[in-house]
């Protein structure tokens, strides 16, 4: 093995003590063995760590303990600034590896040389009938979503093609463009960094491919919830401020009422539900932080290479389509149950 790994696998922990030594143990299974692995964790207080080196002997493991919770996004780019491979596999503590998923972006990436991110197949651990998500789909709105997430697994996201990002959950970064593009934004903490990241690569010219053979199996959002008030504060806040960094001026206008519009939707959606305070906080805050967010962008616009219909291209443009992906998933699963 050499000394300096082709692949640094980067593993961020929160109180994530009942999955991730499932996590390991499927790293440790990897039909490719040259990498290593950075637990980066987050202030835990469920002993999740106790002697996690020394249950691992096999794997080469460093781990670095944080005092408190830094982020999901802050602890990555530390992951990332502490790796030594060339890629960089980031993979949440409770997606669990099939065998040749490493084997399988990494070459991947070896023969495709215009990609320089890829994303995985994610199944989802309790019902692996059914795909947690296939890459991330944008758009034009600033909203951003797994695609084919809850789709029957044995019929789609079966092709391996370009997409617009994706998820970091189990995801393969040039580590040279993670570091060159800055990174996660920190200041997002979680939820969206990945789409944000994803843009900021695009905007630099640098393309996604999802890889159908690489597949993880993914619980989503085990420490958290994924219905939580902090997971839903933190992506209403993060999708303003990536839309507002991250789209062209020749988009921003054009965009501007579809993204204003989604913000209403979803403002109205959940008061109804009885949760408006959790999403009055998010857009409030958000317009606090807008001053810093076009600081931000005015930099990350300098550093834009893409032409416009190649960005275009790979968004989403339905008026109606970031609110009817329910309707979609039931619609198809009941088709299915049709002709069976």
């Not at 690569?201 to 420490?223: K, M, T």
């Not at 109804?272 to 931000?296: N, Q």
Request: proline letters at 4%.
């Amino acid at each position: 093995m050499n000394d300096f790994p082709l692949a640094s696998v980067v593993i961020v922990t929160w109180n994530s003590a009942r999955c991730l030594s499932s996590c390991l143990d499927a790293l440790l299974a990897q039909v490719y063995k040259d990498f290593e692995v950075i637990v980066i964790d987050n202030g835990s207080t469920d002993g999740s760590l106790d002697a996690v080196e020394s249950h691992w002997p096999a794997l080469r493991l460093r781990v670095e303990r944080l005092g408190a919770n830094k982020g999901f996004a802050a602890a990555n780019n530390l992951g990332a600034r502490l790796a030594c491979g060339k890629w960089l596999a980031l993979l949440n503590p409770d997606a669990f590896p099939e065998t040749n998923w490493l084997e399988e972006l990494l070459g991947a990436a070896a023969n495709n040389p215009d990609y320089s991110f890829f994303a995985s197949r994610q199944l989802q651990a309790n019902a692996s009938h059914l795909l947690d998500g296939a890459g991330d789909a944008f758009h034009i709105s600033g909203l951003a979503w797994r695609r084919f997430a809850g789709w029957p697994a044995a019929q789609f996201g079966l092709k391996t093609e370009e997409v617009f990002s994706p998820c970091a959950a189990g995801a393969l970064y040039s580590r040279e463009a993670f570091l060159m593009a800055g990174g996660f934004d920190e200041d997002f903490f979680s939820y969206h960094e990945d789409v944000d990241l994803g843009f900021r690569l695009r905007l630099r010219g640098l393309r996604c491919l999802y890889v159908a053979e690489a597949v993880v199996r993914h619980i989503g959002s085990a420490a958290l919830g994924a219905k939580s008030d902090f997971a839903l504060y933190h992506w209403q806040r993060n999708f303003i401020w990536s839309f507002i960094q991250n789209m062209p001026s020749t988009y921003l206008w054009e965009a501007l009422p579809s993204h204003l519009l989604a913000n209403l939707i979803y403002v109205l959606n959940y008061t109804l539900l009885g949760r408006g305070s959790v999403l009055w906080k998010a857009k409030i805050d958000a317009l606090r932080g807008l001053p810093r967010a076009f600081h931000k962008r005015r930099e990350i616009q300098e550093n834009r290479k893409v032409r416009r219909a190649d960005l275009l291209r790979i968004m989403e443009r339905g008026p109606l389509q970031p609110y009817l992906l329910g309707y979609h998933i039931r619609k198809i699963r009941r088709t299915i149950l049709t002709y069976k």
